[in-house]
Structures are given as C-alpha cells and as structure tokens.
Nanobody
Framework: QVQLVESGGDLVQAGGSLRLSCAAS????????MGWYRQAPGKQREFVAR???????NYADSVKGRFAISRDNAKDTVYLQMNSLKPEDTAVYYC???????????WGQGTQVTVSS
C-alpha cells in the first residue's frame, strides 16, 4: 500500500515562511516525479510545483521566486520551501507522486496552510 504523508502546514503571518514535507512509503519506488498542488476554499485544485528524478523543477507563475521544491531520492521525500507568503497562498496543500513503472498518480491527505494578513 502506497502512502504519502505531508507535514509542515501551519498558520503564519503574511511575509513569513513555511517548509512542507511529504514522505512516500510502500510499493511506489522508484519514483519518477513528485509535486505539490493546492486547493483553496471554493476553488479547484491547482498546480504549484513539480520536480523530476533528475532534480529539474517547474513552478506555477504565482509562486516563482518565492517557493522552492526539492527532494531526497534516498528517502522518497519531497519538500516545499515557501517564502514571502501571501494571504492568497492559503489552501490545503497536497503532495503528488508518480512512479516510473506506470501511469499512476498517488496523493497525500493534504496539509493546511493559512496565511493571515
């Protein structure tokens, strides 16, 4: 059974920082890419950032220059460093992982990030 467990969500003031973590376990290795998505109340889930197994990354325009994604392949863990947070970053953040062995998407349960103005 594959599990993705996120942590690090919290309440923070605008301009502050948070670091999210997501650890994958179970029969998912080797992992191709890992990423972060978010869903604000009343809105659809949207892409935030993604990182491939070679370390190449891409970001949503709304977070470029403020967020940084990284991963530890040995631990099947992905991180999201979020700086200069804005109230509009408030959302539930979900981790996503895609294995190399098949066209499957795995999701975590989500972690709440709230940015107060």
């Amino acid at each position: 059974q594959v599990q993705l467990v996120e942590s690090g969500g919290d309440l923070v003031q605008a301009g502050g920082s948070l670091r999210l973590s997501c650890a994958a376990s179970g029969s998912i290795s080797p992992i191709n890419s890992m990423g972060w998505y978010r869903q604000a109340p009343g809105k659809q889930r949207e892409f935030v950032a993604r990182i491939a197994s070679d370390g190449s990354a891409n970001y949503a325009d709304s977070v470029k220059g403020r967020f940084a994604i990284s991963r530890d392949n040995a631990k099947d863990t992905v991180y999201l460093q979020m700086n200069s947070l804005k109230p509009e970053d408030t959302a539930v953040y979900y981790c996503n992982a895609r294995p190399r062995w098949g066209p499957v998407n795995y999701w975590g349960q989500g972690t709440q990030v709230t940015v107060s103005s």
